[in-house]
T-cell receptor, first 119, second 112 residues
Framework: DGGITQSPKYLFRKEGQNVTLSCEQNLNHDAMYWYRQDPGQGLRLIYY???????QKGDIAEGYSVSREKKESFPLTVTSAQKNPTAFYLC??????????????????FGQGTRLTVV | SQKIEQNSEALNIQEGKTATLTCNYT??????LQWYRQDPGRGPVFLLL?????KEKRKERLKVTFDTTLKQSLFHITASQPADSATYLC???????????FGAGTRLAVHP
């Protein structure tokens, strides 16, 4: 089955530790994204990538790092510099978004999310 | 800076009525706009995409409009059902470097 998989579903982190969230897709998508969602809030973009070995900061990149060594994988590391990491993290992938229409339809596919809690 | 606004207050409607959700954007001109549905504890799921040269798009009970003059998209669900209760997110395309950002979403509650 094609899809996008995040692991683990739940993650607990001690203060001062780095943790890495996994995101893998077998949809052959070029673009991948990481979002953070706090309770009752919308999705905020952390990092995004449109090609292997290249990625861009989103709106809230401080305290996070990513890598894109393979097309299928886009892991997110939450570092100890992130002051308030407790949140729901979502990974997504898509074809490269067309800049103008008409073009092919595209949609983002999301993983099931990782709920990170600092203990 | 680019800004996306959706009504932060929950929309409560009776079953069978039409729900209308609003997405406003400022400081850019998206070539297209997407709508997604998110259920609690789950990732969003794509619903519809509308391009700037399309005034209206329909899919079953869903209808989306796109007014580039008003910088607004409206999302309608006709004959709403309790199963339509969810948060609905809009994502106007930002134009640059594949950046996909979303509005904060509007929570819809359909009551029997």
């Amino acid at each position: 089955d094609g899809g996008i998989t995040q692991s683990p579903k739940y993650l607990f982190r001690k203060e001062g530790q780095n943790v890495t969230l996994s995101c893998e897709q077998n949809l052959n998508h070029d673009a991948m994204y990481w979002y953070r969602q706090d309770p009752g809030q919308g999705l905020r973009l952390i990092y995004y990538s449109q090609i292997v070995n290249d990625f861009q900061k989103g709106d809230i990149a401080e305290g996070y790092s990513v890598s894109r060594e393979k097309k299928e994988s886009f892991p997110l590391t939450v570092t100890s510099a992130q002051k308030n990491p407790t949140a729901f993290y979502l990974c997504a992938s898509s074809d490269l978004l067309p800049l103008t229409g008409p073009g092919r339809n595209t949609e983002a596919f999301f993983g099931q999310g990782t709920r990170l809690t600092v203990v | 800076s680019q800004k996306i606004e959706q009504n932060s207050e929950a929309l409560n409607i009776q079953e069978g009525k039409t729900a209308t959700l609003t997405c406003n954007y400022t400081n850019y001109s998206p070539a297209y706009l997407q709508w997604y549905r998110q259920d609690p504890g789950r990732g969003p799921v794509f619903l519809l995409l509308i391009r700037e040269n399309e005034k209206e798009k329909r899919k079953e009970r869903l209808k989306v409009t796109f007014d580039t003059t008003l910088k607004q998209s409206l999302f309608h669900i006709t004959a709403s059902q309790p199963a339509d209760s969810a948060t609905y997110l809009c994502a106007p395309h930002t134009g640059g470097y594949n950046k996909l950002i979303f509005g904060a979403g509007t929570r819809l509650a359909v009551h029997p």
